[in-house]
C-alpha cells in the first residue's frame, strides 16, 4: 500500500519561506512523476508543481513561479517543495501526490497559514 506523509508546514509571515517534504512508501518512487497540489480555504484544488521521475524536468502553476522550487532526493524517497517569497494567497493545505496529469496516490496534507 502506498503511503505519502508531508510535513514542514505551519505559520509564516508574508515574505517567509517555508520547505515541505514528502517522504513515500510502499511503490516504486522513482518510477513516478509527483507532483504538489493544494487546496486554500473555500476553494477546490489547485495543481502547483509536478517534477519528472528522475528530477530532470519542472513545471510551476503561473501563481507560484519564480517563488516556489520542487525537487526529489530518489535515494530517499522523498518529494520536496521550497516556497520562498510567501503571500496571504499562497495559505492552503498542501498535498503531495504520485503523478502528473492524474494523479494516483495522495498524503493527507500539511497545511500552511501565511498571516502576520
Known amino acids: 500500500e502506498a503511503q505519502l506523509v508531508e510535513s514542514g508546514g505551519g505559520l509564516v509571515q508574508p515574505g517567509g519561506s517555508l520547505r515541505l517534504s514528502c517522504v513515500t512508501s510502499?511503490?516504486?518512487?522513482?518510477?513516478?512523476?509527483m507532483s504538489w497540489v493544494r487546496q486554500s480555504p473555500g476553494k477546490g484544488l489547485e495543481w502547483v508543481s509536478t517534477i519528472s521521475w528522475d528530477g530532470v524536468g519542472t513545471w510551476h502553476a503561473k501563481s507560484i513561479e519564480g517563488r516556489f522550487i520542487i525537487s526529489r532526493d530518489n535515494a530517499k524517497r522523498t518529494l520536496y517543495l521550497q516556497m520562498n517569497r510567501l503571500e496571504s494567497e499562497d495559505t492552503a493545505v498542501y498535498y503531495c501526490?504520485?503523478?502528473?496529469?492524474?494523479?494516483?496516490?495522495w498524503g493527507k496534507g500539511t497545511l500552511v497559514t501565511v498571516s502576520s
Open positions: 510502499g511503490f516504486i518512487f522513482d518510477d513516478y512523476s
Open positions: 501526490a504520485s503523478g502528473a496529469t492524474s494523479f494516483g496516490d
